[in-house]
């Protein structure tokens, strides 16, 4: 793995996030607005045509009204009835001149309506028009007595609902309806995201912090809930016994360890033996060790360590082995959250297991680099060795528990829980650990650790 980071989380990276929150929100909205739309067309169609005739007729009785009004009065009454519609009605009747000049009705499809069933209800020789003579208004062109006249009226009594009065419902309605998908997005959501941080909880080894509702009103949400918990305390009483276990059998094995040890340095008087079967206890002194190692609880205390501190702690007892040589390029004021006692073992385990598997076969030195660098909030920490590496199929069970890599990297014996305890203590610091194939042979450990805020 580079120091920037696996393929993985690169194409992770690459992808737009997308939570289930805002795909439940898009997919609800996306189908709210359809059915406004839907809505609005359906009300438009269902309104044309009522709305068409209704208009037709009010102004058909207004022109009638006013055309039996002055056929009914004489010459004197007849100017006194026109000033009288003008004033009080706001109605205006004026000649119709043979030079007038006029702008048919309005073209769209509600306007053309209009003046069709004006003219069926006058008569073939009824105009309407937008303005005459440049004079803007409601203009109807009737006739009485063979004499032409127009009426003029005020249009907005008859005007349909404005585009305005339309967008502010549908704005309006938009705005509801996607308030409504973000309430019921997050209600849907809740409980899938406290399952989430639950989940992650368990993985992180805090069952304590992982417990869900069983009160929920929601009858498939309460059992799922309620299933998850009994799930984590027997995880959790899983993970007591292991641990239990582990240590107790460790513990009561170190006590006839130590006296063989002691019986060996008394009885045997063979120095060679004495020295094989002392080298074998420490051997199995240290497998324990492992398995108290690996047995260890998951939660760690997270404080700001110096992590060229710790290397410098971890590197002394190495300043006098001929059979390694260590390279470090790590600035001083690099600091990282993590625990120093845990990081310390995490970096003694990967020297260890470097000095065993990554020997030159030419001149028997573990040529061992370690690069740490700073990116963002992560410190990114690059440990390689210059053996013969492993094979890509071996690279993802490396850090299995028990197991041993074969071929070059099996020279020593061990209980195979090196690097799986690593990915164990790595992983609970809240950072990550991959093995990687170096280009130019031997293994490479890649470490990504949250970097230490700046104080």
């Excluded at 393929?7 to 996030?17: C, L, N």
């Excluded at 609880?297 to 590197?315: H, K, W």
Aim: charged fraction near 25%.
């Amino acid at each position: 793995m580079p120091l920037e980071g696996s393929p993985a989380e690169r194409r992770t990276r690459s992808r737009v996030p997308l939570s289930l929150f805002w795909r439940t929100f898009f997919l609800l909205a996306l189908l709210l607005i359809g059915s406004i739309l839907a809505w609005l067309q359906t009300l438009r169609a269902l309104e044309f045509e009522p709305r068409a005739i209704q208009t037709a007729q009010q102004i058909a009785s207004l022109v009638n009204l006013s055309r039996a009004a002055l056929i009914h009065s004489d010459a004197i009454n007849r100017v006194s009835l026109i000033k009288t519609m003008k004033e009080q009605e706001g109605v205006r009747i004026v000649p119709r001149e043979p030079g007038d000049i006029f702008e048919p009705f309005d073209t769209d499809a509600l306007g053309q309506r209009i003046a069709r069933e004006l003219q069926s209800k006058l008569g073939p020789g009824t105009v309407v028009a937008n303005s005459v003579n440049k004079e803007e208004g409601l203009w109807v062109g009737f006739t009485i007595d063979e004499d032409h006249y127009w009426m003029l009226t005020d249009r907005a009594r008859f005007n349909r609902t404005t585009g305005r009065t339309w967008l502010i419902w549908l704005l309006t309605a938009g705005a509801l309806s996607l308030a409504g998908a973000a309430l019921i997005a997050r209600l849907i959501n809740r409980p899938l995201k406290q399952l989430s941080f639950a989940a992650s909880r368990v993985r992180e080894g805090d069952f304590e912090a992982s417990s869900l509702d069983e009160g929920v009103a929601t009858s498939e949400i309460r059992a799922v809930n309620i299933g998850f918990n009994r799930m984590t305390q027997m995880l959790a009483k899983i993970e007591q016994d292991r641990a239990i276990m582990l240590a107790g059998i460790s513990h009561d094995l170190r006590t006839p360890l130590a006296r063989l040890r002691l019986e060996t340095e008394l009885s045997v008087v063979d120095v060679e033996a004495q020295a094989n079967m002392s080298a074998d206890i420490a051997q199995l002194d240290a497998i324990i060790g492992k398995f108290l190692d690996y047995a260890r609880p998951g939660n760690v205390n997270l404080t700001p360590v110096s992590l060229r501190g710790v290397f410098d702690t971890c590197l002394y007892s190495t300043r006098h082995r001929t059979d390694m040589r260590i390279n470090l390029d790590m600035p001083d004021d690099l600091d990282v959250l993590a625990d120093a006692v845990e990081l310390g073992r995490v970096v003694t385990n990967l020297l260890e297991n470097a000095a065993r598997y990554g020997k030159s076969a030419s001149t028997g030195v573990a040529l061992v680099d370690i690069v740490a660098k700073a990116r963002d909030q992560w410190v990114l920490l690059r440990l390689r060795d210059h053996g013969n590496g492993v094979s890509e199929e071996q690279l993802t069970t490396l850090t299995t528990p028990f197991y041993r890599g074969e071929g070059a990297r099996t020279a020593a014996n061990g209980a195979g829980l090196g690097l799986a305890i690593v990915e164990k203590t790595i992983t609970r610091m809240g950072g990550t650990f991959i093995l990687t194939n170096a280009a130019s042979g031997g293994l490479a450990a890649n470490i990504k650790l949250q970097r230490a805020p700046k104080t």
